[in-house]
């Protein structure tokens, strides 16, 4: 049979107290162990249902301890429960994906486009034309590789890419902008 009380005495150190029941007579004693084991600590003046033992010694005690309030259906913990944080739908995550592999591949072809744009081509350009009056995708075709003198040069445009694009060229004897001028960048345009 239940009965209902009201928890008078807790001791939280030792883990047990008393109950006042509701019907009158005396306190009865209650053990942590016969709480339910919901994370909540007793508190005084909570108001309990319980069933009565007898112990060893003939006294009574109060086992299997409810708590009303939460135990009716539909009844909320008076004190708030963390809950998990809802699940992201399949839907959710797959446009995530696509968006994240979409942001990648654009990427990807910008910095591809960028870097071929430095690459050297196979068929070295011969030109005698200074960088001025050369079509840019031929000035594309260099990159600054640690090259610096003149002998190390193929083409008037490569020497002349060098000498403004690169760190470190030792190309311009006269420092008049025109590189090379003995070996590569001869006739009309050397000075």
Not at 16 to 33: C, E, L, N, R, Y
Not at 161 to 173: E, I, R, Y
Request: glycine share 8%.
């Amino acid at each position: 049979m239940r009965f209902d009380g009201t928890l008078t005495q807790w001791n939280d150190d030792r883990g047990f107290g008393f109950v006042t029941p509701a019907q009158g007579g005396q306190d009865v004693f209650v053990h942590i162990s016969s709480f339910p084991r919901d994370g909540r600590r007793p508190q005084l003046q909570e108001r309990l249902s319980f069933e009565l033992e007898l112990n060893k010694d003939g006294k009574k005690r109060a086992v299997s301890v409810r708590r009303p309030e939460v135990s009716r259906p539909g009844a909320r913990p008076s004190t708030p429960v963390q809950r998990s944080r809802p699940a992201r739908s399949f839907f959710a995550q797959a446009v995530t994906v696509v968006m994240l592999v979409a942001v990648g591949v654009y990427g990807y072809a910008h910095y591809s486009k960028r870097v071929s744009a430095y690459t050297p081509s196979d068929s070295g350009t011969s030109s005698v034309l200074p960088a001025a009056q050369l079509p840019q995708p031929a000035l594309a075709n260099y990159r600054c590789d640690g090259r610096q003198h003149c002998s190390q040069m193929t083409s008037c445009a490569e020497a002349t890419f060098f000498l403004k694009n690169c760190p470190s060229v030792k190309m311009d004897g006269d420092n008049d902008g025109v590189p090379c001028e003995q070996q590569l960048c001869t006739g009309s345009f050397a000075h």
